[in-house]
């Protein structure tokens, strides 16, 4: 059965620091890969999302950056974080070569920015 | 521009009785619906999908109703149990893979 990790849970940063969260997806190959974030009280927002090594796309301009360099692995970074870069991250995978799949999603990143 | 609305922010039923979640969108492209259910300081979990084509959808407790004239989604609970209290969220795609989800209905269940 396929699995997907993130890491970490929970991550207290300085405003200025750099960030990187990770994803790895087990149990499936090409999967189509997500960034959500979710604010205080807000539904879920999809950052980007990649169909395929080094293919990302972006949906939202932003201070992060997504990476996929392996099939099952989708990192999300930024060089400079910002108070409002607070919230709760979560990576999503579903089947790339099928069409009306549902998306599956880790247990999230809980990032402050202090 | 929020093509996905969940109207209710919470919702209180009693236990035994049945939920009633409900969702609307305005996209007429979307043909894929699906509705996740959610714990704190967790990753959302699929419960339940629709495509366009039908207008029912049922998994146990667990039933999900399209109607695309009003363009608007339910999902059904019954009978409802206190471990069904969460944040329910619905969600929508056209075709591309990319969801479109609300802004979540938080459902408490009473003894």
């Known amino acids: 059965s396929q699995t997907i990790h993130q890491w970490p849970a929970t991550l207290v940063q300085p405003v200025g620091s750099p960030l990187s969260l990770e994803c790895t997806v087990e149990?499936?190959?090409?999967?189509?890969l997500y960034w959500y974030r979710q604010a205080a009280g807000r539904g879920l927002q999809l950052l980007f999302y990649?169909?395929?090594?080094?293919?990302i796309s972006s949906e939202v301009p932003q201070n992060l950056s997504a990476s996929r360099p392996q099939d099952r692995q989708f990192i999300l970074s930024s060089k400079k974080l910002l108070l409002s870069d607070s919230g709760f991250y979560l990576c999503?995978?579903?089947?790339?070569?099928?069409?009306?799949?549902?998306?599956?999603f880790g247990d999230g990143t809980r990032l402050s920015i202090l | 521009d929020q093509q996905v609305k969940q109207n209710s922010p919470s919702l209180s039923v009693q236990e035994g009785r049945i939920s009633i979640l409900n969702c609307d969108y305005t996209?007429?492209?979307?043909?894929?619906f699906l509705w996740y259910k959610k714990y704190p300081a967790e990753g959302p979990t699929f419960l339940i999908s629709?495509?366009?084509?039908?207008d029912k959808n049922e998994d146990g407790r667990f039933t999900v109703f399209l109607n695309k004239s009003a363009k608007h989604l339910s999902l059904h609970i019954v009978p409802s149990q206190p471990g069904d209290s969460a944040v329910y969220f619905c969600?929508?795609?056209?075709?591309?893979?990319?969801?479109?989800f609300g802004q979540g209905t938080r459902l408490t269940i009473n003894p």
């Open positions: 999503a995978w579903t089947h790339g070569r099928l069409s009306n799949q549902p998306q599956h």
């Open positions: 149990g499936t190959s090409n999967p189509n």
């Open positions: 990649s169909v395929g090594i080094g293919q």
């Open positions: 996209n007429s492209m979307f043909d894929y």
């Open positions: 629709i495509s366009s084509i039908k």
């Open positions: 969600a929508a795609s056209a075709g591309a893979q990319k969801l479109v």
